[in-house]
């Protein structure tokens, strides 16, 4: 994999945090229009809300439930450095409330993508190995079918939602489960699970992902929307790992400094812990977590991770990221890359 030419992946990948107004709120210092844009309340319980380019600023879906396409007015637009939220909105702008922003630059226009059997709809940035990827399913009378993703790359992961039905979880793909019948609800706790319709039990191709006979992914009619990532040496990486239980805890070699990290236990239960590089003003002060399939507010009880120049360094034996003898799944976007795309050392530190 050759090294990222991305000297700046703040330009495709930044945290903005921000404080609530109950009234019209523009949120400026992103550096780029987003194409997606996850909200969550820091200091109070609230669900997540994520908006994309592909379903547009008035559809939010939330990773703590299997809600459908939720119709909203409180998110207007996405902006040339950021976004506006409006009115007194518990999930992104309670007056007072304290919001974290996570936001991915696509391509800012979709195009039609006919390189699977399911014709999609796809905001690509092949630099930066982001895509979302909107289709309507076809479950009968084919089961298995494929649907472009435009990276030009492999997606390392993918996270897929039915859109229309309200009963359906969150599914995620991860290159470190194995074998491809293998997949993690972002909704739940669970570990592991087994079944060869999510991904028709075959892996992503540089140009496809393919869906068989499952409503979480290809239900007959129903609207989908996959968010996909390909890995960018020195920018982004899906990973695995086995904790170990210990302040001394593992490290977690990315090759560059991370900005976000999401981890999940895979070969038991547990949560979809996020930390980021703008909740804390030390490195263990990044171990404050938020938690993808929870409502609930930042929880900085322990110090967990050390974002170093290079990598994560486990500061805990916090079930959520370093139990001894369990292995997890983990995604993380660069602050600053170890290794230049000449291939010379930077000084992130």
């Not at 919001?99 to 999609?120: K, Q």
């Not at 960018?232 to 904790?243: D, E, I, L, N």
Request: glycine share 10%.
């Amino acid at each position: 994999m050759p090294y990222s030419n991305i000297d700046k992946p703040s330009k495709y990948f930044n945290t903005k945090l921000y404080t609530g107004t109950g009234a019209s709120n523009a949120v400026t210092g992103v550096g780029f229009k987003p194409d997606w844009v996850w909200l969550k309340r820091r200091d109070s319980s609230a669900s997540h809300a994520l908006f994309d380019i592909n379903r547009g600023v008035n559809k939010q879906l939330r990773t703590n439930t299997t809600g459908a396409d939720e119709t909203v007015s409180w998110f207007p637009s996405f902006d040339t450095d950021g976004f506006t939220v409006s009115t007194t909105e518990s999930d992104g702008n309670a007056s007072g409330g304290t919001y974290t922003s996570w936001n991915w630059l696509g391509a800012n226009t979709t195009v039609s993508n006919t390189s699977g059997s399911i014709s999609s709809t796809v905001s690509a940035n092949t630099t930066s190995g982001f895509s979302v990827v909107s289709y309507t399913g076809t479950r009968t009378p084919t089961a298995n079918q494929s649907i472009g993703h435009g990276l030009g790359a492999v997606p390392s992961m993918i996270i897929v939602k039915n859109r229309t039905t309200g009963t359906r979880g969150w599914r995620v793909y991860h290159k470190s489960l194995g074998t491809p019948d293998k997949e993690l609800i972002l909704n739940s706790t669970a570990s592991v699970g087994t079944d060869t319709a999510t991904w028709q039990n075959t892996t992503p191709t540089s140009s496809l992902f393919y869906v068989g006979a499952s409503g979480e992914t290809n239900n007959t009619g129903d609207n989908f929307i996959a968010y996909c990532f390909a890995e960018v040496k020195g920018f982004s990486k899906a990973f695995s790992y086995v904790g170990n239980g210990s302040a001394d805890g593992v490290f977690v070699n990315l090759g560059f400094r991370p900005a976000w990290v999401m981890v999940k236990a895979s070969s038991t239960t547990g949560q979809w812990a996020i930390c980021d590089n703008r909740r804390g003003t030390a490195n263990t002060a990044n171990g404050a977590f938020l938690f993808a399939e929870s409502s609930e507010a930042t929880n900085s009880a322990p110090a967990n991770w050390d974002f170093l120049s290079n990598g994560l360094k486990a500061r805990a034996g916090y079930a959520a990221h370093n139990s001894s003898g369990v292995t997890y799944i983990g995604l993380a976007f660069a602050e600053n890359p170890f290794v230049s795309s000449k291939g010379i050392p930077t000084c992130a530190f």
